[in-house]
């Protein structure tokens, strides 16, 4: 879905998910109609028109560009209650996605955090692998020799053969 193309400024439709949204005491206004599975959790989507077109728009991004104005396409909208189905735009703040992945919540994220590999060795300079083809990307360098070690077990191992 290419939220950029859409124009999200459509107070009828953002009535619409207000009407269908659950107000909790916690201050989220969790949308109770559709909703899409993503990676990092469930986002609430409404049918409207754009012109001619049927489009699909997501709720967050419809009630916050309705009550608080249009913001860069470049931007997230991260959840800053940390439900994906809320559509409160007090929970809600326009940040790049580099920000808004390191503010969540996933294992591998907590991990690189907490500057440990996901089996929980320090990922320091002597233990970190830093990747030519991928220069972004970190890998723990015990957890490589171990994972070598295991292969070359499996591959020296002799086959076990059933008798006949």
């Not at 997501?58 to 959840?79: A, E």
Request: glycine share 6%.
């Amino acid at each position: 879905m290419k939220t950029s193309e859409l124009d999200y400024n459509q107070p009828e439709l953002a009535a619409k998910v207000l009407l269908r949204a659950m107000k909790l005491s916690s201050g989220c206004w969790i949308w109770l109609g559709a909703a899409f599975p993503t990676r990092s959790g469930l986002y609430g989507t409404i049918g409207g028109w754009q012109g001619e077109q049927r489009k699909t728009y997501l709720t967050h991004r419809l009630v916050y560009t309705v009550l608080r104005g249009p913001f860069s396409w470049t931007l997230d909208l991260d959840h800053l209650c940390r439900h994906t189905l809320c559509c409160n735009p007090d929970h809600l703040e326009p940040v790049p996605h580099r920000t808004n992945l390191l503010r969540g919540q996933h294992p591998s994220i907590v991990t690189h955090l907490a500057g440990v590999c996901k089996r929980g060795h320090v990922m320091d300079e002597a233990n970190t692998l830093i990747m030519s083809s991928r220069p972004n990307r970190r890998v723990c360098r015990k957890c490589v020799t171990l994972r070598r070690q295991i292969w070359r077990a499996n591959k020296l191992s002799p086959i076990p053969t059933l008798p006949l």
